[in-house]
């Protein structure tokens, strides 16, 4: 399934070549390695905070938060944020390799990964570059339902079910903080990262269930993560 179509297909070459280095070998995602984790239930990270206590405001903010993250980072930046897809793959019924609780999206599953960038901007000379990763999300989505939801695949998600006017909860199951060597390219900083792990809940059943991955950089905006 590609991503700007809503038919089964190929993956681009570019995501297997990215595949080949530090992605899950199961299923092709990018899943931090040796992290840290909190896992907790909504009342526990918004109230009993069983989280590390170093942890800055800001960044619990930015973490525990259930907002659009595409609209909290063009709030920070002031500037459109970009979505770069690459890949929309439908992956059939299979959990392994996949993160703990996606046996709650039911099978056959599309999984999509995407960053986030802000703009491009011109290069030096052949065309334009890509503007600088800020976010990397995988998701993963019944594939009988996900072009209900998702009609235009370069869209944010949050961004293609607003505009369906769809009533959400995002139900935030776990924190992470660990490495990735595809995301220190992606990324242009080392880790180790901040990460989450998420429903959305619509209709009483989980829509979409996301980890996504934050760039160091947003240090830079929300000042250090760990105080």
Not at 35 to 44: A, G, Q
Not at 105 to 117: A, D, M, S, Y
Not at 141 to 157: A, M
Request: charged share 20%; hydrophobic share 35%; glycine share 8%.
């Amino acid at each position: 399934m590609s991503c700007s179509a809503a038919s089964p297909g190929a993956s681009t070459a570019s995501n297997q070549a990215d595949r080949s280095h530090g992605a899950d070998s199961r299923s092709g995602w990018h899943r931090l390695q040796s992290p840290d984790s909190w896992k907790m239930l909504e009342e526990d990270a918004m109230f009993r905070m069983q989280l590390p206590e170093q942890l800055a405001p800001t960044w619990k903010m930015l973490l525990l938060s259930d907002g659009s993250v595409t609209r909290h980072l063009q709030l920070l930046t002031g500037q459109h944020i970009e979505v770069d897809c690459l890949e929309m793959e439908s992956i059939g019924s299979s959990t392994e390799g996949l993160p703990e609780g996606s046996h709650a999206i039911e099978g056959p599953r599309v999984q999509r990964q995407v960053l986030l960038r802000l703009p491009k901007h011109p290069g030096n000379g052949a065309g334009p570059e890509k503007g600088q990763a800020l976010v990397y999300a995988t998701s993963w989505w019944n594939e009988d339902t996900v072009s209900e939801y998702l009609q235009d695949k370069r869209l944010p998600i949050w961004a293609s079910l607003s505009a369906a006017r769809t009533e959400l909860y995002r139900d935030v199951q776990a924190l992470y903080h660990g490495t990735s060597p595809f995301l220190d390219r992606q990324f242009g900083e080392e880790g180790p990262f901040w990460g989450r792990q998420y429903f959305f809940w619509h209709n009483d059943k989980p829509l979409t269930l996301i980890y996504e991955v934050f760039s160091p950089s947003l240090q830079r905006l929300l000042g250090p993560a760990l105080q």
